[in-house]
């Protein structure tokens, strides 16, 4: 097996921001925001062994209620273009990276999976039993999920990482 990690929704190539924090090696699985999700899902249902599960700003909207999910899609629809634009913005605050250097087509299934994705507790604790450690970081200044409730969240499965003055790519 080779170093996994899955890029965020509408991003390629972007695990290079993510450097000063990233194990790499071969039981290691790394996802950032949608990413994170993958990475998750991966650890869950792989047959080989995942020691250190590393979630960098994992997707975390459950504490949005239908209306706010309902209206990113309708805006994503709209234009896609304006849409991904701001969101690029959101992602890089407050740092000054050009996200769009990252920036891949995305679709509205992928928008909806990660607007809708629900944590399972059960999961969580079924990969902590399996033996895989999880970490969590997220950025105190993040624009795009709610790290207050995050880290509430996975504080019971992870360490989390809650970093000061950083936004959702971390810098």
């Known amino acids: ?20 924090y990233l194990v790499e090696n ?3 699985v790394s996802g950032f925001s949608y990413g994170a999700i993958k990475a998750f899902e991966y650890a869950l249902t792989t047959k080989r062994r995942v020691d250190l599960l590393q979630l960098f700003s994992p997707a975390f909207f459950e504490t949005k209620d239908e209306k706010f999910k309902r209206m990113q899609l309708m805006y994503y629809k709209k234009d896609e273009q304006a849409y991904c634009n701001t969101f690029l913005q959101n ?3 407050p740092s000054k990276v050009n996200m769009k250097d990252y920036y891949k087509e995305a679709t509205a299934q992928e928008l909806e999976e990660l607007l809708y994705y629900k944590w399972d507790e059960k999961d969580l604790e079924e990969l902590l039993n399996k033996g895989t450690k999880i970490e969590v970081y997220l950025g105190q200044k993040d624009k795009i999920i709610d790290t207050t409730s995050a880290k509430e969240f996975f504080e019971k499965f992870a360490t989390v990482y809650y970093i000061k003055e950083k936004g959702h790519i971390l810098k």
């Open 91 to 93: 992602v890089s605050f």
């Open 26 to 28: 071969d039981l290691t």
């Open 1 to 20: 097996m080779t170093f996994k990690y899955f890029s965020g929704f509408s991003l390629e190539n972007e695990k290079e921001l993510f450097e000063d």
